[in-house]
Each structure stands twice: as structure tokens, then as C-alpha cells.
């Protein structure tokens, strides 16, 4: 649907940002030009009243193209237990919410009115406060308008990490290294990862990279930190030639490796990256982890999105990692792909869960500006899946992990996903990744090193995230490393150094 223009009566950010979120959640379009839209104003005017718990009455005008003028109004009230401007926040999502479905006869929304990256983390808190588990499905419903389906789910998952989450101590970190080369650039990518350069660049990033980990390394002891798990990323890691991989991987084992360690986790993405030796030295530096992520199993589908291999060489790296040494193997899985319907991910799910890895992620393609997909829409038509097509993928590639005895244990959203879904990891029981875990729910302080790197410190007694950001881009990373080192060096200390015992 589009819209002329749209007025609110208030210019508070958050306001604005909470009106935009149910528009783009119903696919409504503000285009600013008459002629091209069905209505010609949207005027939102919300009026708080009360206070313990808040009311919100909101009146929504909206002008037709010939000025003919509707009114509705809808009015939410807040809950005893919620912070007044979390209740006025929410009261004012739902009554558009209701609007626009009561209007238009819109069916619900999976996720009705939760839009937050982390919905989880809602329910920790309601658990938390003493909430039981089996309240929460129905208070999700009443406050989120969430679908009985999504609410069982993020309390499953919720529930599920309670023990990890009580295995992280206030000194507990998890260090990430962040490795921004791949051999090529897959289709919907927006990562900020650049493509192998020759071994002269390659040899200033090594050096560069020693640096950032040495200077951590320093910080982690300095402050009596204990690193619970370590997880390399990117980018694809193995993507480094052999004896770059190797000496990125003693780098770490040697900086940070130690019996608090219970995951070490390496993304080696695609087979085109994956040698003999790479997995030799994985063996080696006691590798716990190796995430392999086909995204798709059709041939067809992995030229389309750019990955330049079959899903032979899947198979093959697979057995290969797993003939070597004896770890854990994650696989990655997207839905939605251009070109692909639910029978090409039916045919994606038997052949992955054939393997049997331990833990398989379902992401939903999100759609991401600065991905090659996202200009291709605009300038070649390429299009994705509707969103019932993607939802009957959703459905085919869960019914596909359930069957084979998988457990959802972590979950988290982004903005613009195929079929309004969401990204969940289902591990056997046993196999969950305490990193996801712990970076998805922000409880432990993440040591960001590397290209494109976060560091997140967790206070200790605030319970806020503080992070301070490694530059995207590799130029910038490598000229200024010494000042991202200082910048996590003061966020680290200013959380642990007064703490220090
Ligand atoms: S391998 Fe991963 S990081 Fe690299 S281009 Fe593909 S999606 Fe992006």
C-alpha cells in the first residue's frame, strides 16, 4: 500500500521509529508524491493517560486521494509491571497494529508487534521476575499480539538456555576474531568482507592481526578474565592460504587456549575454501566446532547466490572434517533464496540432515542494503520467493530438524526477512553452541579482534552491553588498529579493572 505522507503528533525518535516499524511490518510505503499513492495522508495522533500502568488512546486519520477523511481509534493500556515508557511504547505499536489489521483485514503477523532483534531476552526478564514458563505464551499473545506458535517457541528456546546462561560467571568472556577475506561474494551478502588479496596484503593483515590478539591477550590476563569459548568468523576464516591458517589459529590457541575453553569454534563456510591441511591444523589447535554452511543443496541455487561449489564438495568436506578429528559440525541453511521453492528446500533439509551434523541454523534470508541481491532487484528484476512460498520453506525445514531430533536453542531476528520469520539454531541435545547462546543473549562480555570486530563489555552490576567497534572497513582497520586497541583496552578496563579481586 502507498501512502502520500505521513504525520504524527510527536517528533520523539522513538515515536517515529515505532510508527515506521508497523508500517513496514504491513509493507506500507510513504511516497511523498501524488499520483502514485492509494491514500493521501496518514496522521497518527496518540495521547497518553495515566501513569500506573499507562493508557494510550491513539486516533488514526486517514485521508483518501479525493480528501474524504476516516477516523479510528484504538486504545491500549500498559502493564502493572512494565516501565511506563516501555508501556507507552508498546500501547502505541499495538494500537497501529490493530489498525492497519482491522482496516485492511490483514491477517496477523507471526511476530505481531515484537520487532526487537532479541525477543528472548523478554522472556529472561518475565522469568526472571518469577514468571513461570507457562504463563509466558499468553502474556506474549496479550502484550505482542505474538502468534501462539512464535510464543512457544521463544519460550522453548528461552527455557533451554537457562543452564548455559548460569555457566557464565561476571569474569566469564568469549573472545571473537574476525577474519573479513572470502573467495568470492556470495549473492545476498552485505558483510563488509573483502576477497583474498595476494600474500604481500595478506602478510600486513597477519601482522596487524598478532597485534590485536597479543594486545587482548594481555587485557584478558591483566584483568583475571577467563575465556569460556573462542569462535573465528568472518568472512570465511579458512578461506587464509594453509600456512596463513595455521599461524592465525597457533596465534589464537597460544593467546587465549586454556582448560576454561569448552568451544572453539571455526566458520569454514564453503568446501572452496576447505584443504587437508586447514583441517589438520584445526585438529591440532583443538578445534572444537567447524560451522560448514551450504545455505542450499541445489546445484542451481549455489551458482545463483555466487558460492562456487556443488553440493558434492559439501558432502565431501563434511566427511572429511569429521574422518580427522572428532568435533562438532554446525550447518547453515537459508530460506528464501531466489529461485528456490519448498521442495528445493525439502531436498536442501534430506541431504543435510543425512550428514547429521550436531547443530543445523535455519536463517531466513533478510535482505540487506549493500548486498549484490539488493542491487540486482533494482536493475536486473531478480526476485525472491513470496512470503507464502518462504513460510511453506519455513514449515518443510523445521518439520525436517524435528524429525531428526533437533531442539531449537537459540533465536534472533533481523530487519527485512523473507516471510516476516526469524533465525533459529536446533541442536541435538548436547551440541548447543554456548557462544551463540551467549552472543545472541548479550549475558557475557564478547573480546572483539580482527576486521569488522565488536567488542561488548556486560556491566557487571548495570547489566548494560558497552562496545566498541573495529572499523569495517580493512584500510581503515589496519591504519588504525592501535586506536580500536585502546578503545577496547579503556571499555575493558573501565567494566574490570576497579572489579579486579
Ligand atoms: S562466505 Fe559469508 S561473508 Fe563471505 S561473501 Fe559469502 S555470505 Fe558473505
Avoid at 118 to 129: C, E, F, G, Q, Y
Avoid at 166 to 187: D, E, H, K, M, N
Avoid at 205 to 212: A, G, P, Y
Avoid at 417 to 433: H, I, P, T
Wanted: charged share 25%; proline share 5%; with cysteine.
Amino acid at each position: 500500500m502507498r501512502i502520500r505522507s505521513l504525520t504524527i503528533n510527536s517528533s520523539a525518535e522513538v515515536i517515529v521509529k515505532i510508527v515506521r516499524e508497523v508500517l513496514t511490518l504491513f509493507k506500507v510505503e510513504i511516497v511523498g508524491r501524488a499520483g502514485e499513492a492509494d491514500y493521501a495522508q496518514l496522521s497518527v495522533v496518540n495521547r497518553q493517560s495515566g501513569c500506573e500502568p499507562p493508557s494510550v488512546m491513539t486516533e488514526v486519520f486517514l485521508f483518501a486521494n479525493n480528501g474524504v477523511c476516516e477516523q479510528h481509534t484504538f486504545v491500549s493500556t500498559g502493564q502493572a509491571d512494565e516501565a511506563v515508557r516501555a508501556a507507552v511504547h508498546r500501547a502505541v505499536k499495538r494500537n497501529l497494529y490493530q489498525f492497519f489489521r482491522m482496516r485492511f483485514a490483514l491477517p496477523p503477523a507471526p511476530w505481531g508487534i515484537l520487532h526487537g532483534v532479541r525477543p528472548t531476552k523478554i522472556v529472561h526478564r518475565w522469568l526472571r521476575s518469577g514468571m513461570s514458563a507457562a504463563e509466558i505464551p499468553a502474556r506474549l499473545a496479550e502484550d505482542y499480539a505474538c502468534s501462539a506458535e512464535k510464543a512457544q517457541l521463544i519460550t522453548e528456546v528461552a527455557v533451554r538456555q537457562l543452564p548455559f546462561l548460569a555457566q557464565s560467571a561476571p569474569r566469564t568472556v568469549s573472545i571473537y576474531v574476525g577474519i573479513p577475506f572470502c573467495l568470492s561474494r556470495c549473492l545476498y551478502c552485505s558483510f563488509p568482507s573483502n576477497l583474498l588479496p595476494g600474500r604481500e596484503k595478506l602478510r600486513v593483515f597477519m601482522d596487524v592481526l598478532s597485534r590485536d590478539i597479543q594486545t587482548a591477550a594481555e587485557d584478558v590476563r591483566a584483568l583475571g578474565l577467563t575465556v569460556q569459548s573462542i569462535y573465528i568468523g568472518g568472512g570465511t576464516p579458512t578461506s587464509l592460504p594453509n600456512d596463513f591458517f595455521a599461524e592465525m589459529l597457533k596465534m589464537v590457541y597460544n593467546a587465549f587456549y586454556g582448560t576454561s575453553v569448552i568451544e572453539f569454534t571455526v566458520e569454514a563456510g564453503r568446501p572452496d575454501s576447505m584443504t587437508a591441511e586447514k583441517i589438520a591444523a584445526m585438529r591440532e589447535h583443538a578445534v572444537t566446532r567447524v560451522s560448514v554452511n551450504p545455505q542450499s543443496m541445489q546445484a542451481e541455487t549455489l551458482e545463483r547466490i555466487g558460492r562456487h561449489h556443488s553440493p558434492e564438495d559439501i558432502v565431501r568436506m563434511v566427511r572429511e572434517i569429521r574422518a580427522a578429528f572428532d568435533v562438532h559440525i554446525n550447518m547453515d541453511v537459508i530460506l528464501g533464496l531466489p529461485g528456490e521453492t519448498a521442495a528445493d528446500v525439502q531436498r536442501t533439509m534430506a541431504a543435510v540432515t543425512a550428514l547429521a551434523p550436531d547443530d543445523i541454523t535455519l536463517h531466513a534470508l533478510a535482505l540487506k542494503r549493500g548486498s549484490n541481491l539488493r542491487r540486482k532487484m533494482e536493475t536486473e528484476h531478480i526476485e525472491l520467493p513470496p512470503d507464502a512460498e518462504t513460510l511453506r520453506m519455513s514449515a518443510a525445514a523445521v518439520c525436517a530438524v524435528k524429525e531428526a531430533g533437533y531442539r531449537p536453542y537459540y533465536l534472533y531476528r533481523q530487519g527485512y526477512m523473507s516471510g516476516d520469520l526469524e533465525n533459529v539454531g536446533y541442536a541435538r541435545a548436547g551440541a548447543e553452541s554456548i557462544y551463540n547462546i551467549q552472543i545472541m543473549e548479550e549475558r557475557q562480555t564478547i573480546v572483539g579482534i580482527g576486521g569488522a570486530a565488536t567488542t561488548k563489555v556486560l556491566g557487571i552490576r548495570s547489566g548494560r552491553m558497552r562496545s566498541a567497534f573495529h572499523a569495517k572497513d580493512l584500510v581503515t582497520y589496519l591504519r588504525d588498529v592501535d586506536i580500536y586497541i585502546e578503545k577496547r583496552r579503556a571499555l575493558l578496563r573501565a567494566e574490570y579493572e576497579e572489579e579486579t579481586p
